[in-house]
């Protein structure tokens, strides 16, 4: 079973709006971590905002803050104002408590997000 | 830039070549990964190095062989590859694993493979 399910290949949206990226996970461990990437066309994956399972809060980070749904365990992005730079690929990613110690990573299939002027 | 850095960036070759992927990170990272990124599959976690040991490898073909000689450099040795194998190849660094929250992974470029 996927256990990090994206289900928007791909997006487009106006540049200035707000744009919601989905992501669900599955896991059994009560300790886990959720990352999101972006992933322009030259390559590296940039990290973008995490949120810990035991945070209260939904984590922000500039424009981009994580809607973090425990019971529903979904983790969307929202990109705010988004800009014809945030155009590019973005993967969201999960820890389990399981692996802290050895960083690995489960990725989802991504969703490419196009921003048109 | 990430601080993670990897050549080539694009590389051909033929099924019976044998070529090396670098990658080299000077962030004080401990940890160090080889990620294969093919098309419309999630990144695939291939090998896994902490304190230059080996930690995992993910049931990766014995035609691709990692090698870490400190913890700041990483190759992937490639021999005999199969044209399902063209794939970009990331690697990526974190620090010591033994700080558990949001230890975010740095990733390089990655290299763009292509096996004829």
């Known amino acids: 079973a996927q256990k990090i399910t994206q289900t928007q290949p791909g997006m487009f949206v106006q540049e200035k709006e707000a744009v919601t990226l989905d992501c669900t996970y599955d896991t059994s461990d009560p300790s886990y971590g959720l990352f999101w990437y972006k992933q322009p066309s030259s390559g590296e994956m940039i990290f973008l905002i995490y949120?810990?399972?035991?945070?209260?809060q939904n984590a922000t980070e500039g424009r981009y803050s994580l809607n973090f749904q425990k019971a529903r365990k979904s983790a969307n992005l929202v990109i705010s104002a988004s800009q014809l730079g945030d155009s590019a690929m973005y993967f969201c990613a999960m820890r389990e408590g399981s692996n802290f110690g050895n960083e690995k990573l489960t990725f989802g299939t991504g969703t490419r997000l196009t921003i048109i002027p | 830039e990430t601080g993670v850095t990897q050549t080539p960036r694009h590389l051909v070759m033929g099924m019976t070549n044998k070529k090396s992927l670098k990658c080299e990170q000077h962030l004080g990272h401990n940890a160090m990964y080889w990620y294969k990124q093919s098309a419309k599959k999630p990144l695939e976690l291939m090998f896994v190095y902490n304190f230059k040991e080996q930690t995992e490898n993910n049931s990766v073909p014995s035609r691709f062989s990692p090698e870490c000689p400190n913890s700041s450099h990483l190759f992937l040795h490639l021999h005999t590859l199969q044209p399902e194998d063209s794939a970009l190849y990331l690697c990526a660094s974190s620090q010591d694993p033994a700080a558990l929250e949001n230890t975010e992974a740095f990733f390089g470029q990655g290299t763009r493979l292509t096996v004829v």
């Open positions: 949120q810990g399972s035991y945070d209260q």
